[in-house]
């Protein structure tokens, strides 16, 4: 008979994108949500971050 070998899986890191269809203000976003890092000149995107779950959301103005 054959050994059964085992596969481990362990998941780091899952993507997904969404299309709201409308134009989002990021200067509105950073003025409601403290602690968004907003730096145009650098990224065009704002980068939202939350502790639980640990994640990191891009929002960029096109919505």
């Known amino acids: 008979m054959s050994e ?8 780091e890191n899952v993507v997904a994108a969404a299309t709201l269809n ?4 990021l200067n509105a976003v950073v003025k409601s949500f403290p602690g968004v890092e907003y730096r145009p000149e650098q990224f065009p995107g704002l980068v939202f971050r939350l502790k639980r779950p640990k994640t ?5 103005n096109s919505g």
């Open 4 to 11: 059964r070998k085992y596969v481990y899986l362990h998941i």
């Open 22 to 25: 409308q134009k989002i203000d």
């Open 56 to 60: 990191a959301t891009l929002i960029f």
